[in-house]
């Protein structure tokens, strides 16, 4: 039962211009949505994270966006960069549930 | 920057032998947990300790998998034996025990089993 789904397995951009990567959930009890980023032979780290309290947060050149509504959050990666090549998973959890469901993954690799 | 810490990175494998992964977390982090990851899916939880208590193992497939945490500090996630179906990227997490606290991972062990 796959919660939380990324439909684009990879994505490719252009060094300098806008990556965004989409994710869509299911479970309408998820309130907290983060977003990692994996390098090959090394574990997820913690990229940004959102609250269903909010529709967008910022950090740097990373900005997510959530529509409650519609089930689906976005990050948006401003300007690209070639060290932005990696897999961006998408997770979620349920109030008070420290449990994550990730996605499958995005693989984004970043043009010179 | 203070880091999970697993051993071994990789690990090789046949068939019906037994296996085990060791996992030293943050300091201070009372939240634990093993996650499974089969290529090209994301992490699926397996189980998840609150200092040295279990608090999730509904995934764990207790036939053949067991997990420990006897001092609330370091964990260790043990296979016997070994299914073809094993194989994957095993990873241990930490968090505080805060509520939306991001979780922290390691770089992983890769287990192959032939």
């Known amino acids: 039962d796959q919660q939380v789904k990324q439909n684009s397995p990879s994505l490719s951009v252009q060094e300098g211009r806008i990556s965004i990567l989409n994710c869509d959930y299911t479970?309408?009890?998820?309130?907290?949505f983060l977003w990692y980023k994996k390098y090959p032979a090394e574990g997820p780290t913690f990229l940004i994270s959102?609250?269903?309290?909010?529709d967008k947060n910022e950090d740097g050149r990373f900005t997510v966006f959530l529509n409650k509504s519609a089930k689906h959050l976005s990050l948006h990666i401003v300007p690209s960069q070639p060290g932005d090549s990696a897999v961006y998973f998408c997770?979620?959890?349920?109030?008070?549930?420290?449990?994550?469901?990730f996605g499958a993954g995005t693989t984004v690799t970043v043009r010179a | 920057e203070a880091e999970v810490a697993q051993s071994p990175r990789y690990k090789i494998t046949e068939k019906s032998q037994a296996v085990a992964f060791w996992c030293d977390p943050i300091?201070?982090?009372?939240?634990l947990y093993w996650y499974r990851q089969i290529l090209g899916q994301g992490p699926e939880l397996l189980v998840q300790?609150?200092?040295?208590?279990?608090?999730?193992d509904s995934q764990l497939p207790k036939d053949r998998f067991s997990a420990e945490r006897l001092k609330g500090v370091d964990s260790t996630l043990k296979i016997q034996p070994a299914e073809l179906g094993d194989s994957a990227m095993y990873l241990c997490?930490?968090?505080?025990?805060?509520?939306?606290?991001?979780?922290?991972f390691g770089n992983g062990t890769r287990l192959t089993v032939t």
């Open positions: 479970n309408s009890m998820f309130d907290y």
């Open positions: 997770a979620a959890s349920r109030i008070n549930d420290y449990k994550l469901s």
């Open positions: 300091s201070g982090h009372a939240t």
């Open positions: 997490a930490s968090s505080l025990r805060t509520v939306n606290s991001p979780l922290h």
């Open positions: 959102i609250s269903s309290i909010k």
């Open positions: 300790f609150q200092d040295e208590s279990v608090v999730d």
